[in-house]
């Protein structure tokens, strides 16, 4: 008991009594560093995605569409300039405006190329903008249209904005299991790594159990090597993530890269806690594997 107490006062709890290297190191750092930057970019770009889909939706929501069909007795241009009148004195409407054909045909020209565009037979629409207060219904518009005599069509665009939130949720839980597979990996590295540097100090380990330190003792030494190793990677791994996503938004402008991936600097943030994350993961991993590897040798002595 004495002996182990005297282990504790010179130095039992200090990383340096194992030989360095003797478990690959270097390399498991590089892998937690990789694992890092994985994780800190599918955070960030599942954050990104996220943001840009609630973008989306609340434009989506903040407008609506009317396709107007003329009567026999007025012209396209004509039913859509009426119909755009009726809707702009309507209460939860701020503006509607009748698109013309060339209009309709820059909407469509990204989608449908040039080519056929002449030739193509374009319904009239109206674009409604919604007071984002209080926005108008779809029932309230229909029976404006109606009550007014026009043979129209509104949407709301309510199914594009279901597919947009539903592709938002599967981004969301696709980033968040990226990085639990990534927290696992290198959980998993730590203990393979623990059990090496097991096996190549066993020299030490015994003298150190000889001389009274315990198996809490021995596993805070593992804990302490790779828990420290396990966060210089990280933030190793986070410090290119951090310069990756900032080239990102440099490159995008206010929007990001692109608007579909808007990066903001406030997603810088994320990634901070992740190297003590790294760390917490490497403790746990070290101590698990020592603890399991040393408690059967010492019960079979």
Do not use: K
Not at 194 to 216: K, M
């Amino acid at each position: 008991m004495r002996r182990g107490a005297d282990l504790g006062r010179t130095g039992l709890g200090r990383a340096d009594l194992l030989p360095r290297d003797a478990a690959g190191e270097p390399w498991l750092a590089a892998v937690i560093a990789v694992l890092c930057l994985l994780a800190g970019l599918a955070g960030a770009g599942g954050l990104a995605a996220d943001r840009a889909a609630h973008g989306w939706a609340g434009r989506l929501r903040a407008e609506a569409t009317v396709q107007v069909r003329p009567r026999a007795n007025e012209t396209e241009a004509t039913a859509a300039a009426r119909a755009a009148e009726v809707l702009s004195g309507v209460d939860g409407v701020a503006e509607a405006e009748a698109l013309d054909r060339r209009a309709s045909e820059a909407l469509l020209r990204p989608w449908l190329g040039e080519a056929i565009l002449p030739d193509l037979a374009l319904p009239m629409l109206v674009t409604v903008r919604l007071d984002p207060e209080a926005p108008a219904g779809i029932a309230t518009l229909s029976r404006a249209l109606a009550q007014a005599g026009l043979d129209a069509t509104v949407d709301d665009h309510s199914q594009w904005r279901g597919e947009v939130q539903r592709a938002a949720a599967l981004i969301t839980a696709l980033a968040a299991a990226a990085f639990l597979l990534t927290a696992g990996a290198a959980g998993a590295a730590v203990v393979y790594a623990t059990r090496a540097g097991l096996a190549a100090n066993r020299t030490v380990v015994e003298t150190l159990r000889l001389n009274g330190a315990t198996d809490g003792a021995i596993a805070a030494l593992f804990m302490r090597r790779y828990g420290l190793l396990a966060a210089g990677a990280g933030a190793g791994g986070v410090g290119t993530a951090a310069l990756l996503l900032a080239g990102m938004r440099l490159l995008g402008g206010a929007e990001g890269l692109t608007p579909a991936l808007p990066v903001a600097w406030s997603d810088l943030m994320l990634l901070s806690p992740i190297p003590l994350i790294a760390a917490t993961v490497a403790l746990v991993a070290a101590r698990i594997a020592v603890l399991s590897d040393l408690g059967p040798r010492h019960a079979r002595r």
